[in-house]
């Protein structure tokens, strides 16, 4: 009672002067998005099933957890005007929900060489991977028929070139060197054998091939290569796969409907982004809703191979948005609009590298975002010119002993004064010879003058190797996208295991490759809280210290 009598006095003591009606007004939070709020109206039956493109929380998975191509789709854009190449065992061409989207000019057979690449029939149906790849790019809208295609409005290419006893140079190089100038994207959802064991990569004629295309393909502007990552799980590492590692390609991983990664997924550095695909849970609809053989539908297409051709369909959408990006724009747009979103992983936790962009060693720069994507790109400006420096090479014979680290260091100025100096960094490349009593038991790390350390080679238990090892291997990392390479680079190379192994590293040759002018410096900036807006403040930042550094230096030298 003596509280509310000391409350009485002093509101008494504040009377009120006056008091006014509020109008109530709408002020939403920028960038987020209520599932409740999308409505996309399709026609076709499994629409509601491809949780990848809208996820509502079907078969028991996140709401929200998908590619958000509905933002994409609202802007107008539907992948149009584009061709997207399916590198697998054919494509069923004739089927009715890819039949009016498929390009006959730009496809070819070099399985069997000639111009009708449509699958061999076998009784299980195992020539299916192209036809389920190829409806996940470009199916066909509101036939209902099926599921939507990402680029429902694309054009798709067949080429068959998987379907033979064995596989050779002069067949994959003609598969992706083929028509590049009327085919923009190349999916591709294999490579070599996941089981763990093997290290293999393009050969010569491939190599060259993929070279010419990223330089003078799609009018110089570069044929877009996207690989899967593979589907080795725990026992392997995609750095041992060349194709997944090249700097030529945009390597794909995958997550689940509920954002734990897939039991197949491999992890590397080289992985720059992913999409999604099933491998975990038992749900019949959990898998990937596309295109069949003979006309059919499946609701259980998986694997990394699924995830690579729902990027190329995202990729599409963006290059309808900006059709100016080079190969190197797209790889820059993925580091940039990719989202962490919620994939987890039990292993890899989440880091960031040296100017604050958040990766994951399994996930790369988190899941695509097309319509974050298409945004960016329509006022996308060509990034600047790229170089490579070779920042340093030690070739004597270091020796690798059980229970220890060889730790090496190389110190660089990335070529500063030269033509080809490096300033922000895209793709590091670590050259390595070594080998050991037993190659699965090698792991090597590398790590950054700004920090950032990259696990170029995980142990893969099944790999009992001990006499080829790794022969001048090209081992990537894009987890230092935008650092600045100046200053000392630390390998460290060591053995994982019960049983004591020894070994010997030959070779460590660094090579650098990126910008000497900050990329996003002259990009316009409409999200003050992406990445984008991030990396511009800490380019310009960079660049003032440069400035005023110089700046003093000749004050220094003149007096």
Same mark, same amino acid.
């Given at each position: ?78 992948? #149009? ?17 890819? &039949? ?32 389920? @790849? ?11 028929? @099926? ?92 750095? @041992?796969?060349?194709? &997944? ?22 992890? =590397? ?30 609701? #259980? ?87 490579? =420096?070779? &920042? ?22 990335? @070529? ?42 995980? =142990? ?43 070994? &010997? ?55």
């Amino acid at each position: 009672r003596s509280l509310m009598s000391t409350f009485h006095v002093e509101y008494c003591l504040f009377p009120v002067k006056n008091v006014l009606d509020q109008e109530g007004f709408g002020r939403q939070k920028r960038g987020y998005r209520s599932i409740d709020e999308i409505y996309i109206k399709m026609t076709d039956p499994l629409f509601s099933k491809q949780w990848y493109l809208i996820n509502t929380g079907q078969a028991d998975g996140t709401p929200g957890l998908d590619l958000n191509v509905a933002e994409a789709w609202g802007l107008g854009y539907t992948g #149009r005007g584009i061709t997207i190449a399916i590198m697998d065992d054919g494509i069923d061409y004739l089927h009715p929900d890819l &039949a009016s989207n498929y390009n006959a000019e730009a496809s070819f057979d070099f399985s069997s060489n000639d111009p009708y690449p449509y699958p061999r029939y076998t009784n299980d149906w195992f020539n299916s991977h192209g036809t389920r @790849c190829a409806g996940e790019v470009s199916a066909a809208a509101n036939n209902n028929i @099926c599921g939507v295609g990402v680029a429902y409005n694309s054009k798709v290419a067949g080429i068959r070139m998987l379907d033979q006893p064995f596989m050779t140079d002069i067949i994959e190089a003609s598969s992706i060197s083929h028509m590049p100038q009327v085919i923009d994207i190349y999916s591709a959802s294999w490579g070599p054998t996941d089981d763990g064991k093997t290290v293999d990569g393009p050969r010569e004629l491939t190599l060259q091939a993929m070279a010419d295309g990223v330089n003078k393909g799609r009018g110089r502007k570069g044929s877009i290569y996207v690989w899967a990552s593979g589907d080795g799980g725990s026992y392997d590492d995609c750095n @041992c796969d060349g194709y &997944a590692s090249s700097m030529w390609t945009i390597s794909i991983n995958s997550a689940i409907n509920d954002g734990r990664t897939a039991l197949y997924d491999e992890s =590397c550095s080289s992985t720059l982004a992913s999409t999604f695909s099933n491998g975990r849970k038992r749900n019949p609809e959990a898998g990937v809703a596309t295109t069949d053989l003979y006309g059919n539908c499946t609701l #259980r297409h998986s694997g990394t191979s699924a995830a690579a051709p729902e990027a190329a369909g995202v990729f599409a959408l963006a290059l309808e948005a900006n059709p100016n990006l080079t190969w190197r724009d797209m790889q820059h747009l993925s580091v940039l609009t990719s989202k962490r979103n919620q994939l987890h992983d039990e292993v890899h936790q989440w880091r960031r590298n040296g100017v604050g962009l958040e990766f994951n060693h399994l996930f790369g720069y988190g899941v695509l975002d097309a319509g974050g994507m298409v945004k960016m790109a329509k006022e996308w400006k060509t990034v600047p010119e790229r170089f490579h =420096c070779v &920042a340093g090479s030690l070739q004597d014979v270091h020796k690798i002993q059980s229970g220890g680290k060889l730790i090496l260091t190389i110190s660089t100025d990335s @070529c500063q004064g030269k033509d080809n100096f490096v300033r922000y960094l895209e793709h590091v490349q670590a050259v390595v010879t070594v080998n050991g009593s037993r190659r699965g038991d090698l792991n090597i790390n590398m790590t950054s003058p700004m920090g950032t350390k990259s696990i170029l080679l995980s =142990c893969r238990p099944r790999d009992d190797d001990a006499k080829v090892g790794f022969d001048k291997w090209p081992f990537m990392t894009t987890h230092t996208w935008g650092e600045d390479p100046r200053g000392t680079w630390v390998l460290e190379v060591g053995f994982q295991g019960d049983e004591p192994q020894r070994g &010997a590293l030959k070779e460590w040759t660094l090579m650098l490759h990126g910008t000497q002018s900050a990329p996003y410096i002259d990009q316009i900036v409409r999200n003050y809280q992406s990445k984008l807006a991030m990396s511009k403040k800490e380019e310009l930042e960079e660049e003032l210290d440069e400035a005023v550094e110089r700046s003093l230096k000749s004050l220094l030298s003149k007096n």
